[in-house]
Every structure is written in structure tokens, then in C-alpha cells.
């Protein structure tokens, strides 16, 4: 059984910077896609950024150039650094890993963005 764990959310004032990680347990192979989702209260959960193990990266447009995504597929982790947050980054963070026909999620991380 793979399970995901995250860790890193917390407060931080506007303009700050917060780095996510998630560690994959369980898994005997290279997950082929490894991502962050958010889901802020009365949304819908939304694509933040995904890695594949070949290291190509996709990017929500509301994250370019502020957030980065990176991998260890020695672990089969993934980390997210954001910088420059704003209030409108607040969300449960989410991991996903998917490796054809599976999909794991983690469990998710409160990221709060307020002064």
C-alpha cells in the first residue's frame, strides 16, 4: 500500500515563502507523475504543478514564476517551493502520485496566507 505524507504548510505573511514536501511510502517503483493540488474553501480542487520522473514540469498560470517543483525519485518524493505567497494561495495543499492505472493522494496540508 503507497502512502503519500506532507509536510511544510503553515502561516505566512504575504510575500513570504513556505516549501512543501512529500514523501511516498510503500512504493517499490518510480511514480510517473508526481504533483500538488490546492483546494481553497467553496473551490475546487485545481492543479498547482506536476513533475513527471523524467523531470518535465507543468504550472498552474497562477504559479508561474513564483512557484517550483522539484523530485528525488530515489525517494519518490516531491517538494514545492513557493515564494512571493498571497492571500489567494491559501489552500489544503495536496499531493498526487499517479503511475498508470494508480492514484495516490496524501492527506493534505493547510497553507495560510495572511499578515
Known amino acids: 500500500q503507497v502512502q503519500l505524507v506532507e509536510s511544510g504548510g503553515g502561516l505566512v505573511q504575504p510575500g513570504g515563502s513556505l516549501r512543501l514536501s512529500c514523501a511516498a511510502s510503500g512504493s517499490i517503483f518510480s511514480i510517473n507523475h508526481m504533483g500538488w493540488y490546492r483546494q481553497a474553501p467553496g473551490k475546487q480542487r485545481e492543479l498547482v504543478a506536476d513533475?513527471?520522473?523524467?523531470?518535465?514540469?507543468v504550472y498552474a498560470d497562477s504559479v508561474k514564476g513564483r512557484f517550483t517543483i522539484s523530485r528525488d525519485n530515489a525517494k519518490n518524493a516531491v517538494y514545492l517551493q513557493m515564494n512571493s505567497l498571497k492571500p489567494e494561495d491559501t489552500a489544503v495543499y495536496y499531493c498526487?502520485?499517479?503511475?498508470?492505472?494508480?492514484?495516490?493522494w496524501g492527506q493534505g496540508t493547510q497553507v495560510t496566507v495572511s499578515s
Open positions: 513533475i513527471t520522473s523524467g523531470g518535465s514540469t
Open positions: 498526487r502520485g499517479t503511475h498508470y492505472e494508480y492514484d495516490f
